[in-house]
């Protein structure tokens, strides 16, 4: 099973980016640290961003949906001061 998490927008400390194409490029570098992160926990089975980066859409192995979800919201909540909460199950597969 495939379920799509919300994320609110990802944050940068202050007065770290000075343009916005230095912001973007920051944004982006932080997306795709998250992604790693979140890719590398043992009970994920695949994970990547959908809708323009306002989603996650995540798999787990055995449906560790829990504990996954646990460490999934504590690295958005400590890397980029985000919040993610459920949004919907994704049956495309």
């Known amino acids: 099973m495939v379920k799509v998490y919300h994320l609110?927008?990802?944050?940068?400390?202050?007065?770290?980016a000075k343009t916005p194409e230095e912001k973007e490029q920051m944004l982006q570098q932080l997306r795709a640290h998250i992604l790693e992160e979140i890719q590398a926990l043992d009970d994920v089975k695949s994970a990547s961003y959908v809708e323009d980066n306002t989603a996650l859409r995540i798999e787990t192995k055995d449906d560790a949906f829990s504990s996954v979800m646990d460490r999934v919201y504590n690295i958005c909540?400590?890397?980029?001061?985000?919040?993610?909460?459920?949004?919907?199950?994704?049956?495309?597969?």
């Open 8 to 16: 609110t927008e990802f944050k940068l400390q202050n007065g770290s």
């Open 77 to 93: 909540a400590h890397e980029a001061d985000s919040e993610v909460s459920f949004e919907r199950f994704d049956y495309d597969d």
